[in-house]
């Protein structure tokens, strides 16, 4: 089974590189203020070009106006466009006809019953990404990449309804067993390859791909 792998939350040319070389499939670019894994428009247009036609790139924003994802689309180019907000099926609809884009849907997921949830976004997004709520009380806890999993036995009864992604909490140490807890075929990593809350750590990069690809040949 082939593995796709997706390092999100890349803000330079080093950390792209680590991960293209490593043998990433999608790279993430992340529009969101408050993380810090913001990129700016023209540095994430840069990365996208750098790695165009090698990786496919992803633009992650949440709860976005039109303008801003018109703006996204048109000055970086993305591959895929990623909502980690509260989007509802009609809004992912909404920006999947403004930009053309596949879209990827965050799902947050503390038990079964928000897996199945998913099923709203059924003809709306292309893909689901589950990933896990954020710790309850955690002041200043983002929508996502806060480096928690969630229990992965919550996707048991949608772990064969299409294509998904699977984030939370991840690293090179546990990816495995998500891989063959979840069935997922395709992982979503951020804080999990970082030294530092948005220092991307080339060493931790080509570990978690390594992992997630050798999982997939068991």
Not at 61 to 87: T, Y
Not at 132 to 156: C, M, R, S, T, Y
Request: proline content about 5%; charged content about 25%.
């Amino acid at each position: 089974m082939d593995i796709k792998v997706k390092i999100c939350g890349l803000r330079t040319p080093e950390s792209l590189d680590a991960a293209l070389d490593a043998g990433a499939d999608y790279f993430g670019l992340v529009f969101y203020g408050p993380s810090p894994r913001n990129v700016g428009h023209a540095r994430a247009a840069e990365l996208a070009a750098r790695g165009r036609g090698r990786a496919r790139s992803v633009a992650l924003l949440v709860n976005p106006e039109d303008a801003a994802v018109k703006r996204v689309a048109d000055e970086v180019a993305p591959d895929l466009i990623q909502l980690h907000g509260s989007e509802t099926p009609g809004r992912v609809r909404e920006i999947k006809e403004l930009t053309g884009r596949e879209i990827i849907k965050a799902v947050t997921v503390e038990n079964a019953a928000d897996a199945a949830a998913a099923r709203n976004y059924d003809g709306a997004a292309d893909f689901i990404l589950y990933d896990a709520k954020a710790p309850e009380g955690a002041g200043g806890a983002l929508p996502g990449g806060n480096g928690v999993p969630f229990d992965w036995q919550a996707l048991i009864g949608v772990k064969e309804r299409g294509s998904f992604m699977l984030s939370g909490g991840l690293t090179c140490d546990n990816v495995a067993a998500a891989l063959a807890a979840t069935g997922a075929r395709a992982v979503d990593v951020s804080s999990g390859v970082e030294s530092a809350p948005g220092e991307k750590d080339a060493d931790l990069i080509r570990r978690f791909i390594a992992a997630a690809k050798s999982a997939g040949k068991v």
